[in-house]
């Protein structure tokens, strides 16, 4: 298999391209450095693009290497033949080169391999043939009994070739790709009640869909309710149709054993073939299903860490909770805490007037721009008493609900210890809770992605390759925004282009000790950063106050000196970059030719393209052009919901079916995909992403279950 021309068709990219691409990859380049920094060498190909690519060269270099193991095999059995051979060079699946080695592959006890012990393959082999006529087979395999084998009878003796041909149906590669063939275009998928207790999983007490047609979320669900004990899962294929494909490929009429080998070719479809490709059907679809989740739940998590920071704000955050009363936190808008404490508006005590003052009294002397309330137990009496008291604010105030998932996580993790020693557990969620709306991607990174609750099923999916795909959203996030070299944490260092965990923490180390960088150069004193490392991370890093101003712009070091001429040519100077930036470089280098631009500084021109927004916005933060964040100065209540009410709201997870957004009642509302918009789409995805604020109207309420039901439609 050619490897490259594999990849060109697949992903529609230029053979020069992707050997590029290959090359970088093999090189040791992070995918954040090839897609900032080699566009020209990828023809721009994106992060995600990248990731992809690298993820298929992966599986089909595996391919290969399994290819070269198989046939290796089976010549050193003695049996590798011109046709193997052919049929695993085509082979473009592991699955395809599996089903043809099975016949070779050691195999444990079976009742084949005993029937072939007691001499029985020549018997198998001649009824197999077709070759005999108007015979008794009883006569026949008479020849055959052998008591010392254990071969007492002429029955012992078909019933032995009988599990030998049994056998020989179910390991042919054939057999089981037309009958593979037939499951995943006829075959049906169905489950059953295993219990009479009611269930979330009730729906599928009886229930069945195509295997075609079934989506991920709801084999995600049929698993998940297998698993528990609530469902009995299985799938059902016609078993006339099957046996006729068989028969098709193994069967010849007319003979005295057609009969014979119709009913082995019987008990290997129900004994062998139907168990092997159901576990084997379920396994893709689970897989695919799987797949789906991960994706989801990627395309989720990126604009929530990407969501727009609210900078310069001083945040009082409420952690709720009942007994235990309402943990309160201080940031100022250096991320500093001024305070914490705690306050008990909730029952069981219901401190509400006692609560309040404290409230008014901590937006007055801290000069509070907003509260932050995380989205846990009792955040909806808390968010009615914090609505309720910014009333009374003589200082303008407004709210959030903060989706608080995983900051229980960080406050009892190493690192949530390590930075506030002196709290405990409830007071570092609390300043978790205010961070999370002062900097989202900042502080979400000190958490594991999969804690931070966002897409489905996430507990049901490999935990591997979730953490492996979630890292690299998280890489490809921190990477595109940039961090300040001189007050980014560990927990966002180690996400930056070629910076591993230990090398986060000498950097941070050699700051304490030697104070704050004054240029990326002297990144290459920092312990473990080689050349290699510096090369991956300096144009991520950013010194605003540093040498140069080059150094508080995604431009690289090794661009630098492009950057200057570029700045030459058109008549400014670094002072302007440091001031207000090179206004109008762009028009001006449109104005000259960009190509001829792009050449006189000895760059392609998707470089130059990049260092000219550089220039012209130094120190830009690219979520800034995200649309903000919802803030809230007042709330509804579930009751105060009318049919045919608009609302503005905010989508909070985007899933197969549809969207949960939040319209301020606490009770976040479903867009089902058929109310998202008026065309058709195969996946909520294709119109909106987490963090949309958008426009809903009221479906339906249903207050018992807690359920309501909007549509974006007409609205």
Do not use: W
């Amino acid at each position: 298999m050619d490897i490259l021309k594999s990849l060109c068709n697949e992903f529609a990219v230029s053979e020069t391209h992707i050997k590029n691409i290959v090359e970088l990859i093999d090189d040791g380049n992070t995918i954040p450095f090839i897609a900032r920094y080699r566009k020209e060498m990828t023809g721009s190909c994106d992060d995600q693009k990248l990731r992809e690519i690298n993820d298929r060269l992966t599986y089909l270099r595996n391919l290969e290497k399994r290819k070269e193991e198989v046939l290796s095999s089976i010549e050193e059995q003695g049996k590798l033949t011109e046709e193997i051979s052919a049929a695993v060079a085509e082979a473009v699946t592991l699955a395809e080169v599996e089903d043809i080695y099975r016949p070779y592959k050691q195999k444990r006890k079976t009742r084949a391999s005993v029937a072939k012990e007691k001499g029985l393959e020549p018997l198998a082999e001649l009824l197999l043939s077709f070759t005999l006529k108007g015979v008794d087979l009883n006569e026949i395999a008479t020849e055959y009994i052998n008591a010392e084998k254990g071969v007492e009878s002429a029955e012992d003796a078909l019933q032995g070739a009988s599990d030998i041909i049994a056998e020989q149906i179910s390991d042919s590669p054939d057999v089981r790709r037309v009958l593979k063939d037939l499951i995943n275009k006829r075959g049906i998928i169905k489950s059953t009640a295993k219990t009479d207790d009611d269930s979330v999983y009730a729906m599928y007490y009886e229930y069945q869909e195509p295997v075609a047609k079934i989506p991920s979320h709801r084999i995600l669900a049929i698993n998940r309710g297998e698993k528990e004990g609530f469902l009995k899962v299985g799938i059902e294929v016609e078993e006339e149709t099957a046996l006729s494909l068989i028969h098709q490929l193994f069967i010849k009429e007319g003979s005295s054993s057609t009969e014979f080998c119709k009913n082995a070719a019987a008990d290997s479809y129900s004994r062998l073939i139907l168990p092997s490709l159901e576990r084997e059907t379920r396994n893709n679809l689970t897989e695919k299903a799987d797949e789906q989740a991960i994706k989801m739940f990627g395309s989720n998590l990126k604009p929530l860490l990407m969501q727009p920071p609210i900078k310069n704000k001083t945040v009082l955050a409420v952690d709720p909770a009942y007994r235990t009363g309402c943990k309160l936190a201080v940031v100022d808008g250096n991320s500093r805490v001024l305070f914490t404490g705690v306050i008990y508006p909730t029952p069981p005590q219901s401190k509400i007037e006692e609560s309040e003052k404290r409230v008014l009294e901590l937006i007055k002397k801290y000069n509070i721009d907003c509260i932050s309330i995380g989205n846990g137990t009792a955040s909806k009496e808390s968010e009615i008493f914090i609505a309720d008291t910014i009333k009374k604010s003589s200082r303008p105030v407004s709210y959030m609900v903060v989706n608080e998932a995983g900051a229980s996580v960080y406050s009892a993790s190493k690192l949530g210890a390590e930075e506030f020693p002196d709290f405990d557990v409830s007071v570092r969620s609390a300043v978790s809770i205010a961070r999370r709306l002062q900097d989202p991607l900042s502080e979400l990174v000190k958490i594991e992605p999969k804690s931070i609750g966002v897409g489905q099923y996430q507990h049901d999916v490999p935990p591997a390759r979730l953490e492996e795909s979630l890292s690299g959203v998280v890489e490809d996030c921190v990477n595109s925004v940039g961090v300040d070299l001189n007050t980014a944490s560990v927990s966002l260092l180690k996400y930056i282009s070629g910076i591993s965990s230990s090398t986060a923490k000498n950097i941070v180390a050699y700051r304490e000790e030697n104070g704050a960088f004054t240029g990326r150069n002297e990144l290459k004193k920092v312990k473990g950063l080689g050349p290699k490392a510096y090369q991956q991370c300096a144009g991520f890093l950013r010194i605003p106050k540093g040498k140069t101003p080059l150094d508080n712009t995604g431009v690289h070091p090794e661009s630098y000196d492009a950057a200057k001429k570029l700045l030459e040519i058109f008549g400014y100077s670094q002072n302007d970059v440091a001031s207000n930036g090179a206004a109008g470089i762009s028009g001006k280098v449109k104005d000259y030719g960009l190509a001829k631009a792009a050449e006189e500084c000895g760059i392609g021109t998707p470089t130059l393209t990049d260092i000219m927004a550089e220039l012209e916005k130094p120190g830009r933060d690219i979520r800034d052009d995200l649309p903000k964040p919802m803030l809230r100065s007042d709330i509804m209540d579930m009751n105060d919901l009318k049919e045919g009410m608009e609302l503005t709201g905010t989508v909070r997870n985007v899933i197969d079916f549809g969207v949960f957004v939040d319209i301020g009642v606490h009770q976040d509302g479903l867009v089902h995909i058929s109310q998202i918009c008026d065309r058709f789409i195969k996946h909520p995805s294709e119109v909106l992403k987490v963090g949309d604020v958008v426009k809903v109207k009221v479906l339906n309420v249903d207050a018992q279950k807690k359920r309501i039901s909007l549509t974006m439609k007409n609205v």
